[in-house]
């Protein structure tokens, strides 16, 4: 049968059908006019979001959640350099995502035309892919190797400019076949090899991160540490991969960590690292493991070759999928005895006590201890927390166990803004789970314009916004550093619930202790996207430790 002639447009949306597209974030421009003409008559849900970094966030997180590409569709030039900080997020934390751009018209390149941009040179560092469509007939292919690229190995972002005229002029070309996930799994005698390290094991440890992680393969992983009595423990916000409220769980290496967890990992004989790169964070900046040879012995599984031996040297390197080890692993079988028992119940019981916001005490009528303690006993175990990056988000990361897969979105990038944008693309996907976001006065306004979002498609988020007044993490930076020389870190803020009710959400401020619990009622009885304006004092920078505290103790470090 002869393939229909079709517009550049519709071929591209009969390919995102194709593979599987079901959704769509996006700010429109009219350098893709054509292709949101064909997206209308389409079985895609498209959410039109307010600025396209925001967009941008909104598909990652799509990614984070389903493993699969999240799509996002921008216009040219500054739409697509807004975009960029999602692109970034994507890269860093190994999310499958693809970035469609509007483009000028083929016959106006290199004249500087309205909005002209290189975008294989622009996103070429950002991306794992970056490419211009020169041809209509040549979109099967293309969006095709996108899907595959983007999934494949250590995922990724891809980014595909579209010409304007490319979108608009004719061509007959048949459709692409739907793209598989392309799988790796580990040997027979991989498998046996690490069955023997851990049957000569004293004190091993897990270490679990990355993407390609799915809740059946959690699920096998979780029977794995069941069988071998193994602590595990997760990386930077990758908590999800692991139910904090198992007896093998022992915490998660970010920032301010536990430090009798940062010991038992250097006191360990074996480090099974599986899916993740041990990066500058959950490394405590490269200091936790020797490069580039560790003295554990050190088993890494991640799906792209090209990581295993490119920071540390592994004793045994593994170059499989999460889940496909993780279904390996049914086939490994632990000694007869299990020395490190104990070890492990010891290393429980340390993260539950770290973890306990009970005994937390700072300075201010607002205590985030009793905060954390309330939403660990109302909030279901599905909630979803999403946040972006700041000293707020150590209450979230610390304080709340994660029980389930799929429940985190966070960067492990460390990108501010992320918090409203993840929450409103994890709602359009998960509408009957809760989703909280915990957000910082500074990092908020980054992109809460994306409240508009939430309102717009009724998507009851709640955002628990903390105010202390400044950019509170480069200030403890500048207090240990450049003690009591307070520079460019200071805020004039707005009243965020007037914020939140000027969109048509529910706002209220909470500035005691004893008021948070009313007001996380009425927020979510409101039925509305909600925030809750809590007052800081600015002396509580962290769960452990006041800014006059650090002042002091720099100081007289420096006397």
């Known amino acids: 049968m002869t393939a229909p002639s079709r517009t550049g447009g519709q071929i591209l949306v009969d390919q995102l059908t194709l593979h599987g597209v079901d959704h769509i974030f996006c700010v429109p421009g009219e350098s893709y006019l054509a292709a949101l003409d064909a997206l209308h008559d389409a079985n895609i849900t498209i959410t039109v979001c307010r600025q396209e970094g925001g967009a941008a966030m909104m598909a990652e997180a799509y990614g984070k959640l389903t493993g699969r590409p999240g799509i996002c569709f921008v216009t040219r030039g500054p739409g697509a350099t807004n975009a960029s900080p999602g692109i970034h997020i994507a890269k860093q934390d190994s999310t499958p995502m693809i970035l469609f751009v509007g483009q000028i018209e083929r016959g106006m390149r290199e004249r500087e035309a309205f909005q002209e941009l290189d975008y294989r040179a622009a996103f070429g560092p950002l991306a794992k892919w970056a490419t211009e469509v020169d041809d209509p007939a040549r979109f099967p292919e293309i969006v095709s190797r996108a899907f595959h690229v983007a999934t494949s190995g250590r995922p990724g972002p891809v980014v595909i400019a579209l010409p304007e005229d490319v979108l608009t002029e004719m ?123 560790p003295k554990q012995t050190l088993v890494h599984i991640h799906p792209d070759s090209s ?25 490994v079988h632990p000694p007869a005895s299990l020395p490190w028992s104990e070890g492990k119940k010891a290393a429980h019981d340390s993260y539950l006590a770290w973890s306990d916001p009970g005994e937390i005490k700072h300075p201010g009528a607002l205590q985030m201890g009793q905060v954390m303690r309330h939403l660990r006993e109302v909030m279901p175990t599905d909630t979803i927390f999403c946040n972006g990056a700041g000293n707020f988000a150590t209450w979230v990361h610390r304080f709340w166990p994660f029980r389930q897969y799929g429940t985190q979105l966070a960067p492990t990038s460390g990108s501010m803004g992320y918090g409203v944008p993840a929450a409103v693309g994890a709602k359009r996907l998960r509408p009957d789970s809760p989703v909280v976001v915990f957000a910082g006065d500074g990092d908020f306004l980054m992109n809460g314009q994306e409240f508009a979002t939430a309102v717009q498609y009724d998507l009851p988020i709640l955002v628990v916004l903390l105010d202390n007044g400044m950019y509170g993490t480069i200030r403890m930076h500048q207090e240990r550093e450049y003690p009591g020389r307070v520079s460019a870190t200071m805020l ?68």
Not at 231 to 236: D, I, K, N
Not at 308 to 325: D, E
């Open 492 to 559: 004039q803020n707005p009243d965020f619930a007037a914020y939140a009710r000027a969109f048509g959400g529910y706002g209220e401020r909470v500035e005691m202790t004893e008021d948070f619990a009313p007001a996380l009622q009425r927020a979510l009885t409101s039925g509305k996207p909600a925030i809750l304006h809590c007052i800081l004092d600015p002396e509580a920078i962290t769960p452990s430790m006041s800014l006059s505290a650090i002042r002091e103790k720099a100081l007289a470090e420096k006397n």
């Open 171 to 293: 061509a007959t070309v048949a459709d692409a076949p739907r793209y598989q996930v392309i799988e790796t799994h580990p040997g027979p005698a991989q498998m046996a090899e690490l069955q023997k390290l851990l049957h000569g094991a004293k004190k091993p440890v897990a270490l679990l991160g990355g993407s390609r992680w799915s809740e059946d393969a959690v699920q096998r992983f979780v029977r794995f540490a069941e069988r071998f009595e193994l602590p595990v423990a997760c990386t930077f916000r990758r908590q999800m991969l692991f139910p904090a409220d198992h007896a093998s769980y022992i915490g998660d290496l970010g920032l301010g960590v536990n430090p009798k967890l940062l010991a038992r990992i250097k006191e360990a004989d074996l480090v099974l690292l599986v899916g993740g790169r041990l990066s500058e964070i959950p490394s405590q900046a490269y200091t936790l493991l020797d490069i580039p040879a």
């Open 307 to 331: 990581e295993l031996g490119r920071v540390y040297a592994p004793h045994l390197a593994i170059n499989a999928s999460p889940t496909a080890f993780a279904a390996a692993l049914e086939g």
